[in-house]
């Protein structure tokens, strides 16, 4: 049974967080710099063979009344150049409010800005997910 990994696509890190086998958890797993196409593949070629992935779900940044902005046309282009290298299946999801839900959690578990700012990004791969997770439900 394989896992499915959630990215949050920045311009400088990418968030990722991934499910149990079962896909009832989702866990904040680590952030890559995004420093280029090609280490950014190789690094998410390694994780995918290393957890198993079997789908992976890829945060599109939307405007609030739902359009695209042009970070949702850069996130679109990464998409498509994940698609190309991967035969994993590959979905869209809305990720509106999710650093913003992320940052909310930090902020409860008591986390300082400087703490938090280490990991928002697969904490918010991990919102993005958990809501991918429940709207299939």
């Known amino acids: 049974m394989g896992r499915w ?6 311009e400088k890190n990418i968030g990722l967080a991934i499910t149990d086998p079962l896909k009832i ?3 904040p797993l680590t952030t890559i710099e995004n420093k280029s196409d090609k280490s950014i593949f190789t690094n998410l070629q390694e994780i995918f063979l290393k957890q198993e992935i079997e789908k992976i779900i890829v945060g599109l940044p939307l405007s609030l009344e739902g359009n695209d902005t042009e970070k949702t046309k850069e996130v ?3 998409f498509e150049k994940l698609s190309k290298k991967t035969v994993i299946p590959i979905e869209w999801w809305d990720e509106r409010f999710s650093t913003v839900e992320a940052n909310e959690f930090l902020k409860k578990k008591g986390m300082n800005w400087k703490e938090s700012r280490k990991i928002i990004d697969q904490v918010a791969a991990a919102v993005i997910l958990t809501n ?3 709207n299939r439900r």
């Open 132 to 134: 991918y997770l429940e």
């Open 25 to 27: 958890f989702v866990t």
């Open 5 to 10: 990994l959630s990215i949050d696509y920045g």
């Open 76 to 78: 679109r282009l990464f």
